[in-house]
């Protein structure tokens, strides 16, 4: 990482911080801890992250102790890529399906001039 690249930094309270100490101690890893201005009971913990396994370890860490983190820009959940496929289909279904307007002039054009008519009235045998 460069200097101009931020460091993560994690937000944790009192009861919290002996448990990233430990971590930090543990990874060898660079820290400096200062106290938030808006809580006397939270403190900002930046770390100084060097290598991708590191920031992987550190990423599993947070997740398990589900502390917050902030700091490296802001994470999103990837856009579903398409290939376009499923708009092909829709366009295809959406052209090819005939309104009932042109469905019920094909059946009428479909009957026969010479077909038989059925009455179907009772009364008259």
């Known amino acids: 990482m460069s200097k101009t690249d931020e460091k993560p930094v994690i937000l ?6 002996q448990t990233i100490f430990d971590y930090c101690l543990e990874q060898k890893v660079e820290f400096k801890v200062s106290p938030r201005t808006i809580s006397n ?3 900002e913990v930046e770390l100084g992250i060097d290598s991708i396994k590191m920031a992987i370890a550190l990423g599993m860490f947070v997740r ?7 700091g490296m820009g802001e994470f999103s959940k990837p856009k579903p890529v398409s290939n376009g496929k499923k708009s ?8 090819s399906a005939p309104s ?4 019920m002039s094909n059946v009428a054009a479909d009957e026969p001039a010479n077909a038989l008519n059925l009455d179907l009235n009772t009364n008259n045998n």
């Open 100 to 103: 009932l307007t042109d469905l």
């Open 88 to 95: 092909d289909e829709k366009e295809k279904t959406a052209t």
């Open 12 to 17: 944790a309270k009192r009861k919290n911080i």
């Open 64 to 70: 398990e102790n589900k502390l917050d983190m902030y």
């Open 41 to 43: 009971d939270e403190w």
